[in-house]
């Protein structure tokens, strides 16, 4: 797995969950205004609550596309090879015995990849692994706030 796939299939997941936001946001608009949904007393709330719903999808979509847009401008220096745990940096660690991968991205954080069986979590630099784990090298240990304990096994 390199990179390029990590990043790739990362803006197409996102691409597939905007595409998913901006239908639901529409459909929760065109139930807002349809006519049946127009309130029979001034208890019913349907309307009004299908429009909030609306809104945050619409929300949720501005989200993904900001995330897609923040990739795609960082994606030269992303995809750069890097020597310690950096911006961009694809990296393998070991906590006890079990290996986990993550991928440390301006945006997206917390989207989950899956390539060649392995999942790469992506992570951003304010999340607490991101946090404890940058400017480490290969063969660097760390403990994280939890307590766990892992080191660096590879850095691509």
Same mark, same amino acid.
């Given at each position: 797995m390199t990179k390029e796939e990590v990043l790739s299939e990362l803006i197409r997941l996102l691409r597939s969950e905007f595409e998913g936001a901006v239908a639901a946001s529409q459909d929760a608009a065109d139930y807002a205004t349809n006519e049946e949904?127009?309130?029979?007393?001034?208890?019913?709330?349907?309307?009004?609550?299908?429009?909030?719903?609306a809104a945050g999808q619409a929300g949720q979509a501005r989200q993904w596309a900001e995330a897609i847009q923040t990739l795609e401008q960082h994606r030269p220096d992303l995809l750069a090879p890097k020597t310690s745990v950096v911006l961009g940096a694809l990296i393998a660690c070991?906590?006890?015995?079990?290996?986990?991968? $993550?991928?440390? +991205?301006?945006? &997206?954080? *917390?989207? @989950?990849?899956?390539?060649?069986?392995?999942?790469?979590?992506?992570?951003?630099?304010?999340?607490?692994?991101?946090?404890?784990?940058?400017?480490?090298?290969?063969?660097?240990? $760390?403990?994280? +706030?939890?307590? &766990?304990? *892992?080191? @660096?096994?590879?850095?691509?």
């Open positions: 949904s127009r309130a029979e007393s001034q208890w019913d709330t349907q309307g009004l609550e299908a429009s909030y719903l070991d906590f006890s015995g079990s290996r986990e991968h $993550f991928f440390i +991205a301006p945006a &997206a954080g *917390g989207q @989950v990849v899956t390539l060649d069986g392995h999942e790469i979590t992506v992570v951003t630099p304010q999340s607490p692994i991101a946090a404890t784990i940058l400017g480490k090298h290969k063969n660097d240990a $760390f403990t994280l +706030a939890n307590g &766990a304990s *892992g080191s @660096v096994l590879e850095i691509h």
